[in-house]
């Protein structure tokens, strides 16, 4: 067995020792655990975790015939999504000690397919804003980003090998970016959101963060019962015709986001894909402002029942922006929706013949300090179009911290944007 500490490897080569009985699921949920206890107290992922729970299920795997492809795999639960056996909060007061009487139809996925459910992992507040105190395992000085905070600490720390995570506006893609690990926002409804707590239902992704993309496809594999988009890496050879694209958002980026950009071009092109450059059209210049109004519109009025009920136990920054979205007029939501809707029918015409696009995932490094999540303008337009998007490192920043990238695919075409993100993340060897 490798020397590596097993809680370190990645997801694929724990799942073959685990698979031939090389190693017991109860001896990989005590070195998951072992870093917990180790960490947990500078790093803050988790809102629940109960080692006895979890040895218990590692140790009913080991009696037992293999279970599945994610057989004694430990994995970190968002918490928005419901656990029949662990309470979900929201990481709100208005939720404290709330016990759901079902699994979100994900976990149950992911529980026969042989996973241990670790823990409930950090969310900011209803998984919108205020951040609830993880931090960057990469610099603990730093965010994690959010909203799935405590879902990409987790995994970079080597806590966890995975993650669930959410999606409405870049909640997967831009914490697993600033972290330094794989974020895999599927196409919209791909992946089941029953039991999962919604924000904006007509943008709301579930997401899943790894330490890569291969492990990442393995996830959601089993999380969505879909084989095909799990794969080897001798699968992965050819190189794909990537189209790159700034956005309108461009100019919101940091200088040094700016140069890694044409950077990973060059370092891709030099691999031997070939490299297009794209510029999305004018009407695509709207899609920020219009993926605003529509998740503000209907996250309001989704949590007009807290409001009522339970205003003074939710904080001021949720219910100050709770507030605003209700402020937002039928007229305008519906003029946002029609715009998303006519952009999203002009993909095939921008994508072309590229197979996937890369574009930046965040302005710039994850921000010191914990009181913001990062700046989300890069990752909104891309959840509005309801395509995939897989992040990856395409170099650091001053403070040595990773600058996130994302590939980009079709609507419906998560298994070719996967194989690619893998292709792209070799290569760039981040």
Not at 177 to 187: D, E, I, N
Not at 194 to 214: C, H, K, Q
Not at 337 to 349: D, M, T, V, W
Not at 414 to 421: E, G, K, N, Q, S
């Amino acid at each position: 067995m490798s020397a590596t500490p097993v809680n370190e490897l990645s997801a694929f080569d724990a799942a073959r020792l685990l698979q031939r009985r090389d190693l017991s699921a109860e001896d990989y949920a005590k070195a998951c655990l072992a870093r917990i206890d180790a960490r947990e107290s500078l790093i803050g992922a988790f809102a629940y975790i109960r080692p006895e729970q979890v040895l218990d299920q590692a140790r009913a795997l080991d009696r037992g015939p293999i279970r599945g492809p994610l057989h004694g795999l430990t994995v970190g639960i968002k918490d928005v999504f419901d656990t029949r056996d662990m309470p979900t909060q929201g990481g709100s007061e208005a939720f404290r000690g709330h016990q759901p009487a079902t699994d979100a139809a994900v976990i149950a996925l992911l529980r026969g397919a042989g996973a241990v459910m670790l823990g409930k992992t950090v969310t900011t507040e209803l998984a919108t804003f205020p951040p609830n105190g993880t931090r960057n395992p990469r610099d603990p000085a730093h965010t994690p980003g959010g909203s799935s905070s405590g879902s990409a600490a987790a995994v970079a720390d080597c806590m966890v090998p995975f993650a669930t995570a959410t999606q409405t506006l870049g909640s997967t893609i831009r914490p697993a970016g600033y972290c330094g690990v794989a974020g895999y926002k599927p196409t919209y409804n791909l992946l089941p959101r029953r039991g999962v707590w919604p924000n904006a239902e007509s943008v709301d992704t579930v997401g899943l963060i790894a330490r890569d993309v291969r492990d990442v496809a393995m996830l959601a594999a089993a999380a969505g019962h879909y084989p095909a988009l799990a794969f080897d890496d001798a699968a992965v050879n050819a190189a794909p015709v990537i189209g790159f694209c700034q956005t309108w958002e461009w100019s919101r980026a940091d200088s040094f986001m700016h140069t890694a950009f044409d950077a990973c071009r060059s370092q891709l092109a030099a691999a031997g894909a070939r490299v297009l450059a794209i510029d999305l059209p004018e009407s695509f210049r709207g899609l920020l402002d219009a993926h605003r109004m529509v998740a503000w519109y209907e996250m309001a009025r989704g949590f007009a029942d807290i409001v009522a009920h339970d205003a003074d136990r939710i904080r001021k920054p949720l219910l100050d922006r709770t507030l605003g979205g209700l402020e937002v007029s039928p007229a305008t939501y519906l003029a946002a929706q029609a715009l998303g809707r006519a952009c999203r029918e002009q993909l095939a015409n921008v994508f072309g013949e590229c197979d996937v696009l890369f574009a930046p995932a965040a302005t710039g490094e994850a921000p010191a300090g914990l009181e913001s999540t990062g700046d989300t303008s890069m990752n909104q337009i891309w959840t509005f179009l309801h395509g995939p998007s897989v992040s990856v490192t395409g170099g650091f920043g001053p403070n040595g911290l990773p600058l996130a990238m994302q590939v980009l695919g079709r609507i419906g075409d998560d298994a070719r944007t996967l194989r690619a993100a893998r292709w792209v993340e070799r290569v760039l060897g981040r």
